[in-house]
């Protein structure tokens, strides 16, 4: 992975500490890294187990595990639970910990989602709705209930930053349970940052186009939705139409090419920023086709 050019001192994050969800692996550990290599401690949570419902596989425990090596590699400190952002006593439990050892809360990401199986909205499983709304929206909503106070304690203000997806400014259909999801989380982000943007917290959103991790990669039954015409696609089918999607003519991004939108959010560089919707997505939901 690639270490961002914008170094601690630089970007304003030497010392201070960021809780991460969906730190396991992709772009929640992408996240931690980045914001890592930039000078702050982590605090950060994944299930790292599957979902039932889900037709490829999350997180693991080991990929956990990993991810704190490699953030202790940094230099900076790091508190990672294995938990589930539908859990808001657990994501509650979890911070208070976080900030008793590491002393205080600057930057939040809510990172943490799953990427449901393409279907006509009538044919959506109700175990898979209800996944999707527990882990993207409600999971994002405990995530910023829980950060909320230990912000606002903290006198500093504060950077808070929700992953979306290009797909809900695109209204990608087939997938309207994600897109139902990822569409509500940038209304919260939005109505949050006028409730606090008086004590200099900023809320804001990224929406990344396609990334090149397990949600996409290992997501068989979702590459349907760009081959229909196969029975049994594979990634290396779907390329094509990925990089179509694109006017800059890459199939996907990389993790760490989002992580460096985060380290600019969170960082002092961004301190005037609130209430944007920000895509890094090659151009994708600008494109005229």
């Not at 989380?185 to 606090?196: C, D, H, R, T, Y």
């Amino acid at each position: 992975m690639a270490t961002p050019t914008t170094n601690g001192r630089e970007a304003g994050l030497h010392g201070k500490v960021a809780f991460i969800t969906g730190i396991a692996r992709g772009q929640g550990r992408a996240h931690a890294l980045a914001l890592a290599q930039a000078g702050a401690d982590i605090i950060g949570i994944d299930r790292a187990a599957d979902v039932a419902s889900m037709g490829y596989p999350l997180g693991t425990e080991a990929e956990l595990a990993e991810t704190v090596g490699l953030v202790e590699a940094t230099g900076r400190r790091i508190i990672a639970r294995k938990g589930d952002v539908r859990d808001r006593k657990g994501v509650e439990e979890l911070l208070a910990e976080g900030v008793a050892e590491l002393g205080r809360l600057d930057v939040v990401v809510a990172s943490a989602a799953i990427s449901p199986p393409a279907h006509r909205l009538w044919k959506i499983p109700t175990e898979q709705w209800d996944d999707v709304i527990g882990t993207n929206l409600t999971g994002v909503f405990h995530t910023l209930a829980a950060s909320m106070p230990h912000l606002l304690a903290g006198r500093r203000g504060g950077s808070i930053i929700v992953i979306s997806s290009g797909a809900a400014m695109n209204n990608v259909p087939n997938l309207s349970d994600y897109v139902t999801t990822k569409t509500g989380v940038i209304g919260m982000a939005k109505s949050l940052a006028n409730e606090v943007a008086h004590k200099q917290i900023r809320v804001n959103v990224i929406a990344p186009g396609t990334v090149n991790t397990p949600m996409v990669t290992t997501n068989e039954p979702q590459f349907r939705l760009f081959r229909p015409d196969l029975a049994n696609p594979r990634l290396e089918d779907c390329a094509d139409g990925f990089t179509r999607m694109n006017p800059m003519g890459r199939p996907w991004l990389e993790p760490d090419e989002i992580s460096r939108a985060v380290v600019f959010l969170a960082s002092d560089d961004a301190r005037w920023i609130t209430g944007v919707v920000l895509p890094v997505d090659q151009g994708n939901v600008n494109r005229p086709f």
